[in-house]
Structures are given as C-alpha cells and as structure tokens.
C-alpha cells in the first residue's frame, strides 16, 4: 500500500487515523525470535529462543535480569531493549535507595509504558521497536507485563511474542486454564498449586511450536527464566536446560496445539530481531 505521504514522520496522522510510524515498530516485535510467558500463583515463568548470526558466532540473550525480583524477555530491535532494561534497573536502583524496598512491578510498568508514549508523540525520536515480557513478583504476588511500542501495557497470564508466535498462543490458550485458578488465587480445597517444573514444561512446549523449519529447541537456542515467592529472578540455561528438554522430547516432542501460524510471522522469521498486537487472555493496564 502507497503510504510514504503519511508515514514520513511519527507525528503525522494518516486519514484513517493511524500513527503509521508507530504501526512499523509494531511490525518490528513480530520479526523477533519468539518468547513466551507463564504465572501461577507463586511463580512467573519466561522463554525464549534465541538466535544466532551464523554457525560460527554465539546466541544472542534473549533475557535479561532487571533485579532480584523482575526480569524481561525481548523480540525486537535487542539495541532498544539494552536501553530500556538500563533505564528499568536505574529505577529499580534508584526506588531502593530512596525507599529501601523493592520497586512495586505495576509502577515500573506504568513509568515505562510513559516512555514508550513520550516517542510516539515527539517528531525528534522514533519508537522503540522492541516488545518486552516482564516477569516479576512482588508483595502482591506475581505478575506478567507485554509492553508494546504504542504504548500500551498489558498483564496476562499467559502470552507469547514475536515471530512464529501464533502456535505458542494456541498452546497457551488450550493450557492456560489448568494454571489459571491457581495465578487467581482460589480458595478452593480442590485448586493445586502448579509446580515450577510445571510452568517451566508449559513454557518449553510453546516454545517448542515456534521454532522455524526442521529445527529444534535445545540447550543452545533455548532460555528461561524464573522469579516467584522465595526465589529470585534467575536463569536456566545450557546443561542446567537440558534435563527440562530430555523431559519435552519423552512426552513426544512438545507443542499439541495448532501449527497454523500468521503469514506476517512466517515472512518475520528470517529477519533481524524484532509482538503481536493481537492477544489473549489479556487484562490491559491503564497507562
């Protein structure tokens, strides 16, 4: 479509009422490698698959550590995430020193969705093309963010990003409630508590969808990350992954859901680093 007259600048209006520039950066987050995110009640669980240039080079990190009690998972543009997840940790930094306690996650969430808006509405900036999955917990309990380059928060209880994606969804949303209860906080004398080996199988059987072509996920490409009460945020990654993939490959190899995935995903695989805009299961967040 012929759109150069309206896409020149983030600060021009289309006629139909679109930020085309913004819708771009968008676009960016669905050309990155896939990550995926699960809750319970006690533990907020990140994926990732990542990438790497060539044969001869190394996985690019798909997670980063933020602090003890959050961390985040990236598709996009990974040069805007280094700056964000710099500024999330001078805030977290800077709300320990000033309060003595850990920075609550719903604040923070609401500062950055604040920054990604400030560029949507300044001609002398750009968007930030990457979205963030933001695991954390804090004193009222866990929580899962997507942030998106519009501006936008959303907490879930399950979602995936990025290229591919879809299949990761399907799984989600076929699964998701045998966890939902529980992320609720039922009452219920029959509700169990779901196990952080749980969260972290679900989390490899959707990443398991999402891998392109005739790979395979495995202890290189791999990534996962943990935060929950009594445990700070860590990683799981190489040999400490590969008991958790033994695992995957004897129940048969993973993802049970649809395979179908949108054509934008596929076309994005091949791309450099760069979520859908369209989700499930989400509760949006006032910014």
Known sequence: MFRNQYDTDVTVWSPEGRLLQVEYAMESVKQGSACVGIRSSTHSVLGALKRSVSELSSHQQKILSIDTHLGIAIAGLTADARTLAKYMRSECLNHKYVYGTQMPSGRLMTDLADRHQRTTQTYVRRPYGVGLLVASYDKTGPHLYQTCPSGNV???????????????????????????????????????????????????????????????????????????????????????????????????????????????????DEKEEGGDDEEAKAEPMET
């Open 154 to 268: 959303y907490e879930y209880t399950a979602t995936a990003i990025g290229a591919r994606s879809q299949s990761g969804r399907t799984y989600l949303e076929k699964h998701y409630e045998s966890v939902q209860g529980d992320a609720a906080g039922d009452d219920s004398s029959t509700t169990t508590t779901t196990s952080v080996d749980d969260l972290i199988m679900h989390a490899l059987r959707a990443l398991a969808g999402c891998v392109s072509g005739d790979g395979e996920l495995t202890k290189h490409n791999g990534s996962i990350g943990v935060v929950g009460k009594d445990t700070k945020f860590h990683l799981i990654e190489g040999d400490d992954l590969q008991p958790y993939l033994d695992r995957l490959e004897l129940e048969g190899g993973g993802n049970d859901g649809d395979d179908d995935d949108d054509d934008d995903d596929n076309d994005g």
